[in-house]
């Protein structure tokens, strides 16, 4: 049985070792210059003796392993923690609760003990949504891997009815006999769950239209220390504010999503994709902006600026690539797709028709359900990019992403001042969504680490990247959510937080829901 | 200059009087009995003295005709009352704000004075949404209509921020030379206000796709009596529950809309239409169904059933009739509708060709805010619909619409169940926006009215066809929000109304604002 990893991304066998660990030393050495210091795959740390025992009868563990790998989330600075043994607030046991009843039992048992309750999806959290920071109290990771059924399917309505604990590659096993997909594909979707996306309100595979898992969702049902609430499942209710939009975002500091109803959709039959580069980023930019402004609904379109475009996908030019991908489970998408290259022509473009046609014959951003030998180098590349950061990681380079939003009057300005603040850091970018107003571009930034010292490092590093995105009409996050992270730069009108802290204290009185989070 | 009519709907020089209303008469009289009453136009009633004068220096009025005008909504039960005098709670005077600094003046003397503070866009709720009902106490009707305003566009990023106050038309005005539009033409869009859509949820003019005003919103500004708040002006973004979801169908429980930036288009220069008739009722349904769940997103998919389709549309073979509609501003539309037509034909639909070239020339669902010689008899019918009611209600008949959603599961029975409940009223169904998990069916319901007992009448018939919709898998509301008419049949689970009321209670101590909507 495979094995996951407590300390990195994914599959402990998946880990960049040997050869391919040097040679990414190799190519990453190329341009950064590197400590030479190689941190070793860390064994489970002995951690402190549990301050707090499950109860009896509970499915529970409290030994060493589980706890060190419910410690922290997936950012870079966790990993970079795990690897130096930095694990400073281990929960006291991980809880796997089976049912509703066993999430109100966690409940009362956290109230009357005084410990802090974080629900735990698939722990890949970037943005430390997932590990507890504050004042001594017992902590329980409550782990809802043990609820992952799927409970109902409505071939009719096209959608279906799933527990929060279920993983993505589960779900779509369970679809694909239907001929039906949720097509919901964040970068984590191996090791994430539905309730873990709802909570964040996660961004998915379409580039443009239903973009984030607030757009697939019927109904919600939510377990919260004042009792279990469930929204009526129809296509759209205007009765009152939405209830699903309280639960969307709250990140566990409200509630635990046990089960939701979710949109499916046929499995697309027609697809294709392309790819242009431009030589002007700008003349790019205007492109993607015409073709998302047109209403052509790609479902792919990403932009990527001059030096995403070299070091995420090979170009020597110098020049901005613009990929597209058009799909269809109904009628060829041949039209859309032509208009749209008419659109990147118009400003410029170059369509690289090698590209546009190994992309019809499985497309750079091909279903990573399926996979096969036809899909791109993109595709690997995205997948297989957290791999690589942890590798990364153990040579000694800060790698991190951060994403955002903005209009597309304030982009350019906003661009080149997150490239200016975070340097000497470099920074790339590309768009990973588009809206008619404004695109979510989303950054890498890559930095020589000093020994001992990266955590502060890139925190600094952070700290300057989200002054300017703020400063220049970003929002501290397009998909990422909030966490722990990101609470210094997540600035909701007073009125707005006055109103979500009344709900807090109305629906979890004693604070046990991952406090924290949400500056809740 | 032109006069608003204080009883019934829009312009008075609008009413169906003289021959007009004599004809409606014999037509109407074909199918149900009538008294023979006929009610007259009734002059401004005399009203009770004010209990509670505005302060001096602001912007109010005190005198009958405001106040009666700000008495009630528009709803049927509205009207019948407005024609028999029954203004059971008059405002006390209604107050102009000019800007936010009145309003806070308003909640402060509301406050001081134990009133009751409504406030009021349009007035064209349907819902009891601006009514006082309730305790003895002054009231006050705020009216927003001296805040309308353009305060800002941005071609760039396609989006416009103006005041709550703004009508429908006025806003338009301001587009058109920048050749964009928000394209969101609710039937009371003449007469109803930005700060009202978003209020309470309006539904547009899009059958598919960005149906809701919601979708088209990018941020609030709110005034609520403990502050302002205002959301970050992005795309999209990940940082908690979404600010502007809570403000969104508040109903002015919570706060006024005092602006707002909204997404807007270009104007569509593609614009194609057809009709196409079913013999069977249900695979109507189906073709409906399979044209929106294929993603070719028309802009307009409206489904009548038999009944609708022989009173509302004039057909007279039995049939349902399904109208398409298809635009866009960047392409042509012929393949999508060549396809939309072909789903028809499949399901045994016969296509209208003279419909289908007639809509070519203007569409059957043309642009409300251009009409034309070639506008279709549709968008008559529609735009004077509620004008025909007021005739209607004076003529003693009973004539009323309600409308939810369900899943395409639950449609079939639904449909009959709300039939087999309101009769032996009849009412008649189409669809006014369809989502690829289920339609929004609209029914449109008539019967003979009792003088005098018409309220009475209508309110039985009402609460059963409520009950058939929520027994059979509706909601209260698709489009028409919640007022106090539907607060019976609103049931939020027990923990979401307890979260709203925290926000309440939070947000409004002394209970001031439109106290009754939504149960708060």
Same mark, same amino acid.
């Given at each position: 049985? %495979?094995? /996951? ?22 190519? +990453? ?37 589980? /706890? ?25 046991? +991980?809880?796997?609760? =089976? ?10 048992? @956290? ?15 970037? +943005?430390?949504?997932?590990?507890? %920071?504050?004042?001594? *109290? ?12 799927? &409970? ?76 279990? @609430? ?36 046929? %499995? ?11 030589? $002007? ?21 990403? &932009? ?16 901005? %690539? ?17 208009? @749209?290259?008419?659109?990147? *022509?118009?400003?410029?473009?170059? +369509? ?15 279903? !990573? ?5 036809? @899909?791109?180098?993109? =595709? ?5 990019? !957290?791999?690589? =950061? ?14 955002? $939003? ?7 300005? &906003? ?25 979510? !571009? ?58 979500? *802290? ?19």
């Amino acid at each position: 049985m %495979r094995e /996951r990893s407590w300390w990195g991304w994914g599959w402990t066998d998946q880990a960049v070792e040997g050869r391919e660990l040097a040679e990414l030393r190799a190519q +990453v050495g190329a341009f950064l210059p590197l400590s030479g210091e190689v941190l070793p795959v860390p064994p489970v740390p002995a951690l402190a003796p549990p301050r707090l025992a499950p109860p009896p009868g509970v499915d529970a563990r409290a030994d060493d392993a589980p /706890r060190a790998a419910h410690t922290h989330g997936k950012a870079y600075r966790d990993v970079i923690r795990n690897l130096r043994g930095e694990l400073t607030h281990p929960p006291d046991f +991980v809880w796997y609760p =089976r049912d509703v009843a066993a999430i109100e039992r966690a409940m009362e048992f @956290a109230a009357r003990n005084g410990a802090a309750l974080i629900p735990y999806g698939g722990g890949t959290s970037v +943005v430390g949504g997932v590990e507890y %920071r504050g004042a001594d *109290r017992p902590v329980i990771a409550l782990d809802m891997s043990r609820m992952d059924a799927t &409970l109902e399917v409505d071939p009719t309505s096209l959608a279906v009815r799933v527990q929060g604990g279920i993983l993505g590659p589960a779900l779509e096993d369970r679809l694909r006999p239907y001929g039906l997909t949720l097509r919901h594909f964040p970068q984590s979707f191996e090791f994430s769950t539905v309730g873990g996306w709802l909570a964040t309100r996660a961004g998915g595979h379409f580039a443009t239209g239903d973009t984030r898992i607030d757009d697939l969702v019927e109904s919600i049902q939510i377990v919260t220390p004042s009792g279990v @609430a469930e929204s009526e499942r129809v296509p759209s209710s205007g009765a009152g504010p939405a209830p699903d939009r309280l639960w969307l975002g709250s990140e566990g500091a409200l509630g635990v999503i046990t089960s939701a109803w979710l949109r499916v959709r046929r %499995r697309p039959t027609f697809k294709l994709g392309a790819a242009a580069s431009f030589s $002007s980023y700008q003349d790019g930019v205007l492109a993607t902006r015409e073709i998302v402004q047109s209403g052509l609904q790609p479902a792919n379109c990403r &932009l990527l600026d001059p030096l995403e475009s070299m070091l995420g996908a090979g170009g020597v030019d110098g020049a901005s %690539r613009l990929i597209l991908g058009f799909e269809s489970a109904d009628h060829p998408v041949d039209h859309a797709l032509a208009r @749209a290259l008419e659109i990147c *022509r118009d400003h410029g473009g170059v +369509v690289d028709e090698e590209a546009t046609m190994r992309a019809a014959a499985g497309g750079p951003d091909a279903d !990573p359900t399926t996979g096969g030998t036809t @899909a791109g180098r993109w =595709r690997e590349t995205f997948l297989r990019a !957290p791999y690589l =950061r942890d590798g990364l990681a153990r040579l000694g380079v800060i790698v991190e992403t951060f994403e955002t $939003s903005c209009t597309w009057s304030s982009f350019e300005q &906003l661009h080149a001042a997150v490239i200016d603040a975070v340097a000497p850091a470099v920074a790339t970018c590309r768009f990973t969504h588009v809206y008619p107003d404004g695109p979510a !571009p989303y950054f890498t930034v890559y930095a020589s680490g000093r020994p001992g010292g990266e955590v502060e490092q890139w925190d600094a590093i952070k700290a300057r990247g989200s002054q300017a995105v703020l400063d220049n009409g970003g929002t501290i996050t397009h998909h990422h959510a909030v966490g722990r992270d990101h609470a210094p730069w997540y600035r909701p009108s007073p009125v707005h937080q006055s109103a979500l *802290r009344a709900v807090k204290h109305t629906l979890d009185p004693h604070r046990i829901l991952n406090p924290g989070v949400l500056a809740l």
